[in-house]
């Protein structure tokens, strides 16, 4: 193959491990290579990390000199959770004078449940700081933990987050001692002792085995001569290089559901949306506003932790589910998968005419009600999936991953005609139904949180299975459907183009502009530091009013990376029509506004003729040069401008589209598009401080950059 800058990605699934190789430049997908996921190997997961690296460079004959970046997700911390395989975690609290007492209570954690029946044991020692704080009693107190049993140490100390002197002083010494520890406040700036002791409990209790993969996988990369830096996929879309993974093997608690939505960020380009990643056994599902995912904190055992994540929710229904039956009828859809079951799928099998249904249990302890089939040929067990039953209604498209063998799933279904006394469509119907209405309420849900507009909605499909299901959850729901471009390694594609990521979070009242400002550069360090490009790094700095939290998160491409050189431009007429559908009116009502360099904003009109601005209903779309909406907005109104006037710009909107209120002055969602960044400065609530951010976010643009603010009210 010709030289040329490529981007690996690895994605660790459940069943299958998946690695990709894109152009950097263009994001040209390469070529993939598929192993089976290394769960029981004696080095885990990260032998199928290494063995679809080789196997995918060797296939394409790929330099090790042309990799400019590499990373992989993991569900190594996740695992671990479920399974219980974590590290004995030694807690060291600290406190001092009257409210040493309440230290202590809030760092004791005793053992924490991480479901499925299992837990994460604590022991736990405490230090009055005003008393007996010196290097000896707290040598006497790591010793007392690790002769408890503990395997790795935290020091949480109350009001940490404003002074981490004295955790920081025991930390060296738990290294001194060669123990491996961390500290609350390297994990949380946030207040919320026990949160903070939980979080970091459960960070050390998975540095052990995380650190064993983690120096395997460094070390296999290097002996293949890669130079460029490794990277992990983060819980919130981003990565990080392996040293912060080091210290923070918390923060990959989901990589592998955020690797999905860091594909229909990045890849898909999805603006507005849902997006559904069907698997063989379940499925994710994210909600996208104006290109970002929505967010909240992760919870462990019904308690919430300070990380932040994608919000992914997962169901127990994906393309490989089998069905159950009662009474000749199909009442149930999953768990169980024919992944799990070690079942064939009818729909990728052969010879299956005069095949019995039978009623078993795939597992044991499982209830002894799924439908599969027995093949008449050899008595062997075939799986009848919601797969099969997309297929058999011809909602599969040729090529998909989930296309089958229709002449199977036509001989399968007609078994199961026979079995239930139904047609072979309403069987198939009605594992489709089922498995559909364990979509519908959590599609439903980020409708309406999100405030997404349904009449314009979509549902984006990825994973192998996304053709079992998306296509008929879009003919129940009315609305429009996409399915990937190779929707099966969709994983694989998101952690190949993730961005370098860090969120730092602070708990200030009434935080000044030098506070915002200063929160904003440490982000902006924290990526660079990782490897992040200082041309490409964005901050997007948000004020929760409730919680007092400021939150800065960073996001950049990786120094290492080509730069997207593509000239590629979608046509005027494309455009429109992506347009108008969007905005559910006819290509002729929509126009093009201001424009920049970058950026288009289109509006429509009514059939009589209005413009944008003298309907009640203000919509607008924002659109690249390649024919992506990258944001769209209803009651919204746009100020072209230049660098030298965006300050008095901002001040004239914001002062005529504040709303006041019993709370006082509230500001409009603010969001600027200045060469080819998008400033969403909508998380600021202050007049002063957006002004200050969107002048920091400008500073390395010329005087007559031309910029567009959009604003629309809260």
């Known amino acids: ?193 026990r949160t903070r002791t939980r979080t970091a409990a459960l960070n050390a209790a998975m540095i052990p085995k995380m650190l064993e993969t983690a120096n395997l996988t460094e070390e296999a990369v290097r002996k293949a001569g890669i130079k460029a830096p490794l990277m992990i996929m983060r819980s919130d879309g981003g990565v990080m290089d392996i040293k912060a993974m080091r210290e923070r093997p918390i923060l990959t608690m989901l990589s592998g559901p955020a690797a999905g939505v860091a594909a229909a960020t990045m890849f898909l380009r999805i603006s507005d949306g849902i997006f559904l990643e069907v698997g063989g056994t379940s499925t994710d599902i994210s909600a996208i506003k104006n290109g970002r995912a929505r967010l909240r904190y992760a919870e462990i055992g019904g308690h919430r932790l300070h990380m932040r994540t994608i919000d992914v929710r997962t169901i127990g229904v994906a393309g490989g589910s089998l069905a159950r039956s009662n009474n000749k009828q199909i009442t149930h859809l999953g768990p169980r998968s024919a992944h799990i079951s070690g079942l064939s799928y009818a729909a990728f099998s052969s010879d299956l005419n005069g095949s019995t249904v039978k009623l078993i249990a795939p597992k044991t302890h499982d209830t002894s009600d799924y439908l599969v089939l027995m093949r008449n040929l050899d008595s062997e067990k075939i799986a009848i999936t919601t797969t099969c039953a997309a297929n058999y209604l011809n909602l599969v498209p040729d090529g998909d991953p989930a296309s089958g063998n229709k002449r199977s799933v036509e001989e399968a279904f007609t078994a199961l005609s026979k079995y239930l006394s139904r047609s072979p469509s309403d069987c198939a119907k009605d594992y489709l139904d089922l498995g559909s209405n364990a979509c519908l309420p959590v599609v439903n849900d980020f409708v309406k949180s999100q405030k997404l507009d349904k009449r314009s909605l979509t549902l984006y499909g990825g994973g192998g299975g996304a053709a079992a299901l998306v296509p008929y959850l879009a003919q129940r729901l009315k609305t429009r459907f996409n399915l990937a471009e190779r929707a099966d390694v969709i994983s694989a594609i998101g952690v190949s183009l993730a961005l370098v990521q860090d969120t730092l979070e602070r708990q200030i009242v009434k935080p000044s502009q030098e506070d915002i400002l200063k929160l904003r550069q440490q982000a902006y360090l924290s990526v660079q530091q990782m490897g992040a490009d200082p041309a490409s790094i964005q901050v997007y700095v948000e004020i929760d009013s409730q919680t007092n939290i400021v939150r800065a998160t960073a996001s950049g491409a990786s120094s290492m990376v080509d730069r997207q050189t593509s000239t590629e431009t979608a046509s005027q007429e494309d455009i429109i029509k992506t347009v108008a559908i969007s905005m559910h009116v006819s290509p002729h009502q929509v126009e093009a506004g201001m424009k920049t360099g970058f950026f288009t904003v289109y509006k429509s009109m ?74 969403d400065l909508s998380g600021l609530m202050d007049a002063h401080q957006l002004i200050s951010i969107a002048s920091a976010e400008l500073e390395a643009y010329s005087a007559n950059e031309q910029i567009i603010i959009l604003s629309n009210r809260n």
């Open 606 to 679: 009514d059939n009589n003729g209005r413009k944008f601005w003298q309907r009640k209903n203000r919509a607008l779309r924002v659109v690249d040069a390649k024919g992506i909406i990258r944001h769209q907005a209803q009651e919204a109104e746009t100020i072209l401008t230049s660098k030298s006037l965006v300050t008095a710009s901002l001040e004239e909107m914001i002062n005529r589209l504040s709303n006041w209120g019993d709370a006082g002055k509230t500001v409009p969602n603010i969001v600027l598009f200045a060469g080819p960044k998008i400033i």
């Open 1 to 193: 193959m010709p030289a040329s800058t490529i981007r690996l990605g690895i994605d660790v699934g459940g069943t299958f491990t998946h690695a990709v190789a894109l152009d950097a430049a263009s994001f040209e997908i390469l070529g993939h290579s598929k192993v089976p996921t290394t769960h029981q190997s004696d080095t885990g997961v990260a032998q199928g990390v290494i063995e679809a690296l080789n196997q995918l460079v060797m296939k394409l004959n790929i330099s090790p000199d042309n990799i400019s970046f590499i990373a992989h997700s993991t569900t190594q911390a996740t695992n671990a959770l479920l399974e219980g395989d974590v590290a004995i975690v030694g807690i060291l609290g600290m406190g001092n004078g009257p409210t040493a007492w309440l230290a202590a209570r809030e760092t004791k954690l005793n053992n924490i449940p991480l479901g499925h029946g299992h837990f994460l044991k604590t022991h736990h020692s405490f230090i009055d700081t005003a008393k007996n704080f010196n290097k000896e009693n707290i040598v006497k107190a790591f010793k007392s933990l690790q002769e408890a049993g503990a395997e790795a140490f935290v020091v949480s100390e109350a009001f940490s987050v404003d002074d981490s002197h004295n955790e920081d002083f025991a930390l060296t010494i738990a290294k001194e001692l060669g123990l491996c520890a961390t500290t609350g406040n390297a994990i949380s700036k946030l207040y919320g002792l």
